[in-house]
Protein backbone atom coordinates (compact mmCIF):
# COMPACT_ATOMS: atom_id res chain seq x y z
CA UNK A 1 0.00 0.00 0.00
CA UNK A 2 2.69 2.42 0.75
CA UNK A 3 4.83 1.69 -2.64
CA UNK A 4 1.57 1.88 -4.25
CA UNK A 5 0.66 5.59 -2.59
CA UNK A 6 4.02 6.49 -3.06
CA UNK A 7 3.79 5.79 -6.76
CA UNK A 8 0.66 7.63 -6.95
CA UNK A 9 2.32 10.63 -5.10
CA UNK A 10 -0.40 10.33 -2.77
CA UNK A 11 -0.53 10.76 1.07
CA UNK A 12 -3.51 8.41 3.28
CA UNK A 13 -4.39 8.31 6.85
CA UNK A 14 -3.49 5.27 8.41
CA UNK A 15 -5.80 3.64 11.75
CA UNK A 16 -3.45 1.16 13.07
CA UNK A 17 -4.66 -1.71 15.59
CA UNK A 18 -2.09 -1.81 18.51
CA UNK A 19 -0.74 -5.15 17.92
CA UNK A 20 -0.13 -4.56 14.34
CA UNK A 21 1.93 -1.46 15.20
CA UNK A 22 3.66 -2.89 17.60
CA UNK A 23 4.80 -5.87 15.76
CA UNK A 24 5.44 -3.72 12.02
CA UNK A 25 7.42 -0.34 13.82
CA UNK A 26 8.90 0.04 10.60
CA UNK A 27 6.03 0.11 8.48
CA UNK A 28 4.80 2.89 10.95
CA UNK A 29 7.94 4.92 10.68
CA UNK A 30 7.99 4.65 6.68
CA UNK A 31 4.26 5.92 7.07
CA UNK A 32 4.98 9.07 8.66
CA UNK A 33 8.64 9.58 6.64
CA UNK A 34 6.53 9.63 2.99
CA UNK A 35 3.80 12.12 4.62
CA UNK A 36 0.98 9.40 6.08
CA UNK A 37 -1.05 10.36 8.93
CA UNK A 38 -1.35 7.92 11.88
CA UNK A 39 -5.16 7.17 13.87
CA UNK A 40 -5.95 5.27 16.10
CA UNK A 41 -8.66 2.57 15.62
CA UNK A 42 -8.15 0.21 18.19
CA UNK A 43 -6.26 -2.30 20.53
CA UNK A 44 -8.89 -5.53 19.93
CA UNK A 45 -11.23 -4.88 17.17
CA UNK A 46 -14.55 -4.88 19.10
CA UNK A 47 -17.83 -3.49 18.08
CA UNK A 48 -18.22 -0.31 20.66
CA UNK A 49 -21.87 -1.43 21.68
CA UNK A 50 -20.19 -4.94 22.54
CA UNK A 51 -18.00 -3.05 25.81
CA UNK A 52 -18.67 -1.09 28.67
CA UNK A 53 -17.32 2.56 28.69
CA UNK A 54 -14.25 1.10 31.48
CA UNK A 55 -13.38 -1.44 28.45
CA UNK A 56 -13.94 0.64 25.81
CA UNK A 57 -11.52 3.07 27.12
CA UNK A 58 -9.05 0.61 28.81
CA UNK A 59 -8.96 -0.84 25.08
CA UNK A 60 -7.95 2.79 23.33
CA UNK A 61 -5.54 3.63 26.34
CA UNK A 62 -3.80 0.35 25.35
CA UNK A 63 -3.62 1.44 21.30
CA UNK A 64 -2.72 4.70 22.25
CA UNK A 65 0.25 3.36 24.59
CA UNK A 66 1.56 1.48 21.70
CA UNK A 67 1.22 4.51 19.59
CA UNK A 68 2.80 6.49 22.04
CA UNK A 69 5.97 4.18 22.60
CA UNK A 70 6.20 4.79 18.74
CA UNK A 71 6.08 8.31 18.73
CA UNK A 72 3.10 8.53 17.45
CA UNK A 73 0.60 11.03 19.28
CA UNK A 74 -3.07 10.80 17.02
CA UNK A 75 -5.37 13.65 16.77
CA UNK A 76 -8.12 11.03 14.99
CA UNK A 77 -10.25 8.10 15.97
CA UNK A 78 -11.78 5.60 13.56
CA UNK A 79 -13.92 2.82 15.62
CA UNK A 80 -13.77 -0.83 14.29
CA UNK A 81 -16.75 -0.81 12.00
CA UNK A 82 -17.58 2.24 12.40
CA UNK A 83 -19.99 1.58 15.23
CA UNK A 84 -19.66 3.92 18.39
CA UNK A 85 -21.56 3.20 21.98
CA UNK A 86 -22.92 6.20 24.07
CA UNK A 87 -19.41 6.50 25.44
CA UNK A 88 -17.41 6.62 22.40
CA UNK A 89 -17.37 10.97 22.21
CA UNK A 90 -16.78 11.42 25.62
CA UNK A 91 -13.55 9.17 25.73
CA UNK A 92 -12.66 10.21 22.11
CA UNK A 93 -12.69 13.82 23.84
CA UNK A 94 -11.26 13.03 27.37
CA UNK A 95 -7.72 11.73 24.80
CA UNK A 96 -7.88 14.96 22.61
CA UNK A 97 -9.19 12.76 19.66
CA UNK A 98 -11.90 13.62 17.07
CA UNK A 99 -13.64 10.73 15.79
CA UNK A 100 -13.70 10.26 11.85
CA UNK A 101 -15.82 8.03 9.70
CA UNK A 102 -16.08 7.38 6.38
CA UNK A 103 -18.12 8.68 3.17
CA UNK A 104 -16.93 5.45 0.34
CA UNK A 105 -16.56 2.05 1.37
CA UNK A 106 -14.64 0.09 -1.24
CA UNK A 107 -15.98 -3.05 1.06
CA UNK A 108 -12.55 -4.42 0.35
CA UNK A 109 -12.29 -7.23 2.71
CA UNK A 110 -15.01 -9.00 0.31
CA UNK A 111 -12.07 -9.12 -2.29
CA UNK A 112 -13.73 -7.49 -5.34
CA UNK A 113 -11.47 -6.12 -7.97
CA UNK A 114 -10.54 -3.18 -8.14
CA UNK A 115 -12.31 -1.77 -10.93
CA UNK A 116 -15.73 -2.82 -8.74
CA UNK A 117 -14.40 -1.38 -6.06
CA UNK A 118 -13.73 1.94 -8.16
CA UNK A 119 -16.77 1.83 -10.22
CA UNK A 120 -18.93 1.73 -6.37
CA UNK A 121 -17.31 4.48 -4.44
CA UNK A 122 -16.61 6.96 -7.51
CA UNK A 123 -20.00 8.49 -7.11
CA UNK A 124 -19.13 9.66 -3.73
CA UNK A 125 -15.79 10.64 -4.91
CA UNK A 126 -16.35 14.52 -4.21
CA UNK A 127 -14.16 17.30 -1.92
CA UNK A 128 -14.05 16.25 1.64
CA UNK A 129 -14.81 12.18 0.91
CA UNK A 130 -13.14 9.61 3.13
CA UNK A 131 -12.81 6.46 1.34
CA UNK A 132 -12.18 3.60 3.61
CA UNK A 133 -10.01 0.39 2.84
CA UNK A 134 -7.69 -2.02 4.39
CA UNK A 135 -4.44 -2.53 4.22
CA UNK A 136 -4.47 -6.10 5.92
CA UNK A 137 -7.03 -8.63 6.56
CA UNK A 138 -8.60 -8.32 9.53
CA UNK A 139 -12.06 -9.81 11.35
CA UNK A 140 -14.81 -10.39 8.87
CA UNK A 141 -12.24 -10.33 5.67
CA UNK A 142 -13.02 -12.70 3.14
CA UNK A 143 -10.08 -11.90 0.68
CA UNK A 144 -7.28 -13.77 -0.17
CA UNK A 145 -4.96 -10.98 0.56
CA UNK A 146 -5.11 -6.92 -0.41
CA UNK A 147 -3.58 -6.62 -4.13
CA UNK A 148 -6.71 -5.26 -5.49
CA UNK A 149 -6.96 -2.72 -2.65
CA UNK A 150 -3.45 -1.80 -3.61
CA UNK A 151 -4.38 -2.04 -7.41
CA UNK A 152 -7.28 0.40 -6.57
CA UNK A 153 -4.63 3.86 -5.42
CA UNK A 154 -3.77 4.36 -8.55
CA UNK A 155 -6.87 4.81 -10.45
CA UNK A 156 -8.61 6.15 -7.32
CA UNK A 157 -6.47 8.92 -7.01
CA UNK A 158 -6.62 9.47 -10.77
CA UNK A 159 -10.41 9.68 -10.46
CA UNK A 160 -9.90 12.38 -7.66
CA UNK A 161 -7.53 13.96 -9.49
CA UNK A 162 -9.60 14.65 -12.49
CA UNK A 163 -12.26 15.75 -10.55
CA UNK A 164 -9.75 18.70 -9.04
CA UNK A 165 -9.42 16.87 -5.51
CA UNK A 166 -5.57 16.14 -4.31
CA UNK A 167 -5.52 12.82 -1.72
CA UNK A 168 -4.54 14.19 1.59
CA UNK A 169 -3.97 12.40 4.95
CA UNK A 170 -6.54 13.81 7.41
CA UNK A 171 -5.02 15.62 10.39
Same mark, same amino acid.
Not at 49 to 54: H, R
Given at each position: ?17 ? %?? /? #? @? ?5 ? $??? *??? !?????? &? ?46 ? %?? /? #? @? ?5 ? $??? *??? !?????? &? ?58
Amino acid at each position: MLDALRVAGARATFFVLG %PR /A #A @AHPELIA $RAR *AEG !HAIGVH &AHEHTRHTELDADAGAADLNRALAVLQELGVRPEIWRTPWGVEAAWTR %PA /A #A @ARGLRVV $RWS *ADT !HDWRGD &AAATMLAAVQPAIKDGAIVLAHDGLGPGATRAGCEETVALIEPLVALGRGRGLEPEALA
